[in-house]
Protein backbone atom coordinates (compact mmCIF):
# COMPACT_ATOMS: atom_id res chain seq x y z
CA UNK A 1 0.00 0.00 0.00
CA UNK A 2 1.19 3.11 -0.58
CA UNK A 3 2.26 5.68 1.41
CA UNK A 4 0.05 9.08 1.70
CA UNK A 5 0.74 12.45 2.23
CA UNK A 6 -1.64 15.51 2.83
CA UNK A 7 0.37 19.54 2.71
CA UNK A 8 -1.64 22.07 3.71
CA UNK A 9 -1.21 25.34 2.43
CA UNK A 10 -4.35 27.55 2.00
CA UNK A 11 -2.74 30.89 0.51
CA UNK A 12 -1.18 32.84 -1.19
CA UNK A 13 0.46 32.54 -4.67
CA UNK A 14 3.93 33.66 -3.29
CA UNK A 15 3.80 31.21 -0.77
CA UNK A 16 2.36 28.08 -2.61
CA UNK A 17 5.46 28.46 -5.14
CA UNK A 18 7.50 28.53 -2.00
CA UNK A 19 6.66 25.44 -0.61
CA UNK A 20 7.27 23.64 -4.34
CA UNK A 21 10.42 22.29 -3.32
CA UNK A 22 9.30 20.33 -0.56
CA UNK A 23 6.51 18.41 -3.22
CA UNK A 24 9.14 17.97 -5.56
CA UNK A 25 11.91 16.78 -2.85
CA UNK A 26 9.71 14.36 -1.38
CA UNK A 27 7.86 12.91 -4.58
CA UNK A 28 11.38 12.05 -6.09
CA UNK A 29 12.67 10.95 -2.92
CA UNK A 30 9.53 8.93 -1.90
CA UNK A 31 8.67 7.89 -5.56
CA UNK A 32 5.92 5.24 -4.53
CA UNK A 33 3.90 7.76 -2.13
CA UNK A 34 0.93 9.78 -2.66
CA UNK A 35 1.00 13.26 -2.57
CA UNK A 36 -2.08 14.90 -1.55
CA UNK A 37 -1.98 18.96 -1.11
CA UNK A 38 -5.10 21.58 0.14
CA UNK A 39 -5.25 24.80 -0.59
CA UNK A 40 -8.11 27.66 -1.57
CA UNK A 41 -10.21 27.57 -4.76
CA UNK A 42 -8.50 30.50 -5.85
CA UNK A 43 -4.85 28.92 -6.06
CA UNK A 44 -6.23 25.53 -7.53
CA UNK A 45 -4.30 26.34 -10.94
CA UNK A 46 -1.02 26.87 -9.16
CA UNK A 47 -0.96 23.06 -8.08
CA UNK A 48 -3.09 21.17 -10.43
CA UNK A 49 -0.49 21.03 -13.23
CA UNK A 50 2.70 19.69 -10.69
CA UNK A 51 3.07 16.39 -12.07
CA UNK A 52 4.64 15.44 -8.37
CA UNK A 53 1.22 15.64 -6.94
CA UNK A 54 -1.17 13.09 -6.96
CA UNK A 55 -4.40 15.40 -6.35
CA UNK A 56 -5.37 18.53 -5.42
CA UNK A 57 -8.04 19.43 -2.64
CA UNK A 58 -9.80 22.75 -2.04
CA UNK A 59 -10.76 24.01 0.60
CA UNK A 60 -14.48 25.10 -0.75
CA UNK A 61 -16.52 23.59 2.20
CA UNK A 62 -17.03 24.07 5.55
CA UNK A 63 -13.92 22.95 7.03
CA UNK A 64 -15.61 19.87 9.22
CA UNK A 65 -17.22 18.23 6.17
CA UNK A 66 -13.81 18.88 4.53
CA UNK A 67 -12.40 17.31 6.65
CA UNK A 68 -14.48 14.79 7.19
CA UNK A 69 -13.84 14.22 3.26
CA UNK A 70 -10.92 14.00 3.34
CA UNK A 71 -10.64 11.67 6.75
CA UNK A 72 -11.84 8.64 4.08
CA UNK A 73 -8.99 9.36 1.94
CA UNK A 74 -6.70 7.76 4.74
CA UNK A 75 -3.67 9.62 5.00
CA UNK A 76 -0.49 8.96 7.04
CA UNK A 77 0.63 11.83 7.42
CA UNK A 78 -0.06 15.29 7.09
CA UNK A 79 2.85 17.91 6.25
CA UNK A 80 1.49 21.40 7.80
CA UNK A 81 3.26 24.14 5.93
CA UNK A 82 0.77 27.08 7.28
CA UNK A 83 0.39 26.49 10.61
CA UNK A 84 -2.64 28.17 11.86
CA UNK A 85 -5.68 27.84 13.31
CA UNK A 86 -7.63 25.83 10.83
CA UNK A 87 -4.85 23.36 9.88
CA UNK A 88 -4.36 22.59 13.70
CA UNK A 89 -8.35 21.83 14.03
CA UNK A 90 -7.79 19.68 10.62
CA UNK A 91 -4.76 18.25 12.07
CA UNK A 92 -6.41 16.86 15.16
CA UNK A 93 -9.83 15.72 13.97
CA UNK A 94 -7.74 13.30 10.99
CA UNK A 95 -5.32 12.61 14.03
CA UNK A 96 -2.72 11.35 12.15
CA UNK A 97 0.92 11.86 12.58
CA UNK A 98 1.59 15.22 11.53
CA UNK A 99 4.74 17.63 10.70
CA UNK A 100 4.66 21.15 10.78
CA UNK A 101 6.57 24.36 10.47
CA UNK A 102 7.82 27.06 12.45
CA UNK A 103 6.54 30.31 11.96
CA UNK A 104 8.67 32.14 14.28
CA UNK A 105 5.93 34.24 14.91
CA UNK A 106 7.28 35.61 18.21
CA UNK A 107 10.46 36.22 16.26
CA UNK A 108 9.02 38.10 13.64
CA UNK A 109 6.69 40.53 16.26
CA UNK A 110 10.16 41.20 18.02
CA UNK A 111 11.44 42.77 15.24
CA UNK A 112 8.46 44.49 13.46
CA UNK A 113 7.54 45.83 17.20
CA UNK A 114 10.93 46.23 19.05
CA UNK A 115 13.34 46.28 15.93
CA UNK A 116 15.41 43.39 17.92
CA UNK A 117 16.83 41.01 15.33
CA UNK A 118 16.65 37.26 16.46
CA UNK A 119 15.19 35.32 13.70
CA UNK A 120 17.73 32.96 12.44
CA UNK A 121 19.11 33.42 8.83
CA UNK A 122 17.26 30.79 7.21
CA UNK A 123 15.02 31.03 4.48
CA UNK A 124 11.80 29.78 4.45
CA UNK A 125 11.86 27.40 2.13
CA UNK A 126 14.65 25.21 4.37
CA UNK A 127 12.68 25.97 7.20
CA UNK A 128 9.61 24.34 5.04
CA UNK A 129 11.83 21.40 4.43
CA UNK A 130 12.93 21.21 7.34
CA UNK A 131 9.28 19.56 8.12
CA UNK A 132 10.55 16.15 6.07
CA UNK A 133 13.49 15.87 8.03
CA UNK A 134 11.79 12.88 10.08
CA UNK A 135 11.83 10.97 6.67
CA UNK A 136 15.31 11.96 5.41
CA UNK A 137 13.96 14.07 2.52
CA UNK A 138 16.91 16.33 1.98
CA UNK A 139 16.81 19.36 -0.20
CA UNK A 140 17.83 18.82 -3.65
CA UNK A 141 19.26 22.51 -4.50
CA UNK A 142 17.04 22.83 -7.64
CA UNK A 143 15.12 25.80 -6.40
CA UNK A 144 11.28 26.64 -6.83
CA UNK A 145 8.82 24.69 -9.65
CA UNK A 146 6.22 26.54 -11.66
CA UNK A 147 4.48 25.01 -13.98
CA UNK A 148 2.54 26.56 -17.11
CA UNK A 149 -0.13 24.19 -19.04
CA UNK A 150 0.90 23.54 -22.43
CA UNK A 151 -2.52 24.93 -23.72
CA UNK A 152 -1.49 28.23 -22.55
CA UNK A 153 -0.75 30.99 -25.04
CA UNK A 154 -0.03 34.44 -25.47
CA UNK A 155 -1.91 36.40 -27.98
CA UNK A 156 -0.20 37.42 -31.75
CA UNK A 157 0.36 41.04 -30.22
CA UNK A 158 1.84 39.32 -26.88
CA UNK A 159 3.99 37.08 -28.97
CA UNK A 160 5.39 39.52 -30.80
CA UNK A 161 6.39 41.56 -27.91
CA UNK A 162 7.89 38.72 -26.21
CA UNK A 163 9.91 37.90 -29.10
CA UNK A 164 12.02 40.89 -28.69
CA UNK A 165 14.38 41.48 -25.68
CA UNK A 166 12.87 42.82 -22.65
CA UNK A 167 12.28 43.81 -18.39
CA UNK A 168 9.06 42.47 -16.72
CA UNK A 169 8.28 45.06 -14.42
CA UNK A 170 5.87 43.49 -12.14
CA UNK A 171 4.00 47.04 -10.42
CA UNK A 172 1.18 45.44 -8.12
CA UNK A 173 1.49 43.46 -4.48
CA UNK A 174 -0.65 42.23 -2.58
CA UNK A 175 -0.36 45.68 -0.07
CA UNK A 176 -0.32 49.23 -0.80
CA UNK A 177 2.84 49.69 1.65
CA UNK A 178 4.81 47.14 -0.53
CA UNK A 179 4.19 49.26 -3.51
CA UNK A 180 6.86 51.78 -4.95
CA UNK A 181 4.62 55.13 -5.79
CA UNK A 182 3.16 55.68 -9.35
CA UNK A 183 5.84 58.61 -9.91
CA UNK A 184 9.09 56.05 -8.61
CA UNK A 185 7.78 53.57 -10.84
CA UNK A 186 7.93 55.78 -14.13
CA UNK A 187 11.72 57.64 -12.56
CA UNK A 188 12.84 53.88 -13.17
CA UNK A 189 11.32 52.91 -16.11
CA UNK A 190 11.69 56.25 -18.35
CA UNK A 191 15.85 55.57 -17.63
CA UNK A 192 15.75 51.22 -18.49
CA UNK A 193 17.66 51.17 -21.46
CA UNK A 194 15.05 48.38 -22.51
CA UNK A 195 12.02 47.18 -23.67
CA UNK A 196 9.25 46.91 -20.81
CA UNK A 197 6.32 44.66 -20.11
CA UNK A 198 4.50 45.39 -17.18
CA UNK A 199 3.14 42.85 -15.46
CA UNK A 200 -0.03 42.92 -12.45
CA UNK A 201 -3.55 42.65 -11.88
CA UNK A 202 -6.70 44.08 -12.37
CA UNK A 203 -6.18 46.41 -9.85
CA UNK A 204 -3.29 47.32 -11.61
CA UNK A 205 -4.31 48.01 -14.92
CA UNK A 206 -4.69 51.61 -14.09
CA UNK A 207 -1.29 52.60 -12.60
CA UNK A 208 0.09 50.41 -15.83
CA UNK A 209 -1.56 52.41 -18.04
CA UNK A 210 -0.41 55.70 -16.32
CA UNK A 211 2.53 54.74 -16.56
CA UNK A 212 3.03 53.85 -19.91
CA UNK A 213 0.92 56.96 -21.18
CA UNK A 214 3.86 58.75 -19.12
CA UNK A 215 7.21 57.14 -20.54
CA UNK A 216 6.36 56.02 -24.47
CA UNK A 217 6.30 52.93 -26.78
CA UNK A 218 9.08 51.09 -25.09
CA UNK A 219 6.61 50.44 -22.04
CA UNK A 220 3.68 47.97 -22.64
CA UNK A 221 1.17 47.58 -19.84
CA UNK A 222 -0.54 43.95 -19.68
CA UNK A 223 -1.66 44.64 -16.29
CA UNK A 224 -4.47 42.53 -15.98
CA UNK A 225 -4.73 41.78 -19.35
CA UNK A 226 -3.26 38.34 -18.77
CA UNK A 227 -4.16 35.56 -16.42
CA UNK A 228 -1.74 34.29 -13.61
CA UNK A 229 -0.19 31.72 -16.45
CA UNK A 230 0.25 34.07 -18.91
CA UNK A 231 1.79 36.40 -17.10
CA UNK A 232 3.76 33.66 -15.86
CA UNK A 233 5.02 32.65 -19.71
CA UNK A 234 5.80 36.74 -19.85
CA UNK A 235 8.19 36.47 -17.19
CA UNK A 236 9.59 33.24 -18.52
CA UNK A 237 10.77 34.99 -21.90
CA UNK A 238 11.84 37.98 -20.16
CA UNK A 239 15.50 38.70 -19.33
CA UNK A 240 15.28 40.07 -16.10
CA UNK A 241 12.66 40.63 -13.81
CA UNK A 242 11.68 43.86 -11.32
CA UNK A 243 9.30 42.87 -8.77
CA UNK A 244 8.14 44.11 -5.75
CA UNK A 245 7.90 41.39 -2.46
CA UNK A 246 4.85 39.94 -4.15
CA UNK A 247 4.24 36.51 -5.92
CA UNK A 248 5.64 36.89 -9.69
CA UNK A 249 8.99 37.82 -7.34
CA UNK A 250 8.90 33.84 -6.53
CA UNK A 251 7.34 32.65 -10.11
CA UNK A 252 10.41 34.41 -11.61
CA UNK A 253 12.57 32.80 -9.34
CA UNK A 254 11.08 29.34 -10.31
CA UNK A 255 12.30 30.06 -14.15
CA UNK A 256 15.76 31.33 -12.91
CA UNK A 257 15.42 34.80 -13.98
CA UNK A 258 18.08 37.61 -12.80
CA UNK A 259 15.49 39.50 -10.34
CA UNK A 260 16.00 43.46 -8.86
CA UNK A 261 13.85 43.17 -5.85
CA UNK A 262 12.41 46.42 -4.16
CA UNK A 263 11.38 46.33 -0.87
CA UNK A 264 9.33 48.65 1.53
CA UNK A 265 7.41 47.72 4.76
CA UNK A 266 8.45 44.09 4.86
CA UNK A 267 12.42 43.10 4.99
CA UNK A 268 14.23 40.42 3.78
CA UNK A 269 15.18 38.67 7.04
CA UNK A 270 12.13 37.85 7.32
CA UNK A 271 13.55 34.85 4.93
CA UNK A 272 11.23 35.54 1.94
CA UNK A 273 13.71 36.60 -1.11
CA UNK A 274 14.38 35.22 -4.35
CA UNK A 275 15.36 31.41 -3.94
CA UNK A 276 17.33 29.78 -6.75
CA UNK A 277 18.57 26.65 -4.53
CA UNK A 278 22.05 25.86 -5.81
CA UNK A 279 21.73 28.00 -8.86
CA UNK A 280 23.97 31.18 -8.87
CA UNK A 281 21.64 34.07 -10.37
CA UNK A 282 22.59 37.35 -10.28
CA UNK A 283 20.08 39.62 -8.13
CA UNK A 284 20.03 42.24 -6.20
CA UNK A 285 18.03 43.48 -2.90
CA UNK A 286 16.82 47.18 -3.00
CA UNK A 287 15.48 48.47 0.56
CA UNK A 288 16.14 51.75 2.38
CA UNK A 289 17.97 50.97 5.92
CA UNK A 290 18.35 52.66 9.02
CA UNK A 291 14.74 53.56 9.13
CA UNK A 292 13.27 53.01 13.21
CA UNK A 293 10.15 52.23 11.52
CA UNK A 294 10.99 49.07 9.33
CA UNK A 295 9.54 46.64 9.31
CA UNK A 296 6.35 47.78 10.36
CA UNK A 297 4.36 44.96 9.83
CA UNK A 298 4.93 41.06 8.81
CA UNK A 299 2.59 41.55 5.79
CA UNK A 300 1.83 45.19 5.27
CA UNK A 301 -0.72 47.96 5.45
CA UNK A 302 -3.08 50.06 3.02
CA UNK A 303 -1.05 53.51 3.54
CA UNK A 304 1.98 54.01 5.55
CA UNK A 305 1.57 54.20 9.75
CA UNK A 306 3.70 56.99 9.77
CA UNK A 307 2.18 58.73 6.68
CA UNK A 308 5.79 59.62 5.28
CA UNK A 309 6.10 56.58 3.32
CA UNK A 310 10.25 56.76 3.49
CA UNK A 311 10.64 53.23 3.13
CA UNK A 312 9.60 53.40 -0.96
CA UNK A 313 10.02 57.54 -1.34
CA UNK A 314 14.03 57.30 -0.07
CA UNK A 315 14.52 54.22 -2.58
CA UNK A 316 17.23 54.90 -4.79
CA UNK A 317 15.79 55.19 -8.15
CA UNK A 318 19.14 56.01 -9.53
CA UNK A 319 20.67 53.11 -7.91
CA UNK A 320 18.16 50.60 -9.28
CA UNK A 321 18.18 51.78 -13.05
CA UNK A 322 22.09 51.25 -12.85
CA UNK A 323 21.75 47.84 -11.56
CA UNK A 324 18.67 46.76 -14.13
CA UNK A 325 20.97 48.29 -16.93
CA UNK A 326 24.40 46.64 -16.09
CA UNK A 327 23.06 43.23 -14.38
Known amino acids: MRTKFLILRFSSIG ?9 RCLKQQYPKAEIHYLTKPAFKSILEHNPYLSHVHMLDKPLLQKTIELKHLGFD ?14 KSLLDVPSFSYEKL ?14 LPQVHIVDRYLDTLSSFGVTNDGQGLDYFIPEDVNLNDEVKQLTSKHYIA ?23 INSNIILLGGKEDEQTGEEIAKQIGSHVVNLSGKLSLHQ ?8 QKVISHDTGLMHIAAAFKK ?5 WGNTVPDFGMTPYYGNYKINQQLFEV ?20 FNCMHLQDAIGLVAVVNSL
Not at 77 to 90: F, S
Not at 169 to 191: E, F, M, W, Y
Not at 231 to 238: G, P, T
Not at 258 to 262: A, D, H, L, V
Open 77 to 90: YIIDLHNNLRTRII
Open 258 to 262: PIISI
Open 231 to 238: SALVIKFA
Open 105 to 118: NTEKAQLVNFKTNT
Open 15 to 23: DIVLTTPVV
Open 289 to 308: KNLSCRPCSKIGFNACPKKH
Open 169 to 191: VAIGAQHSTKRLPIQKLIDVCKN
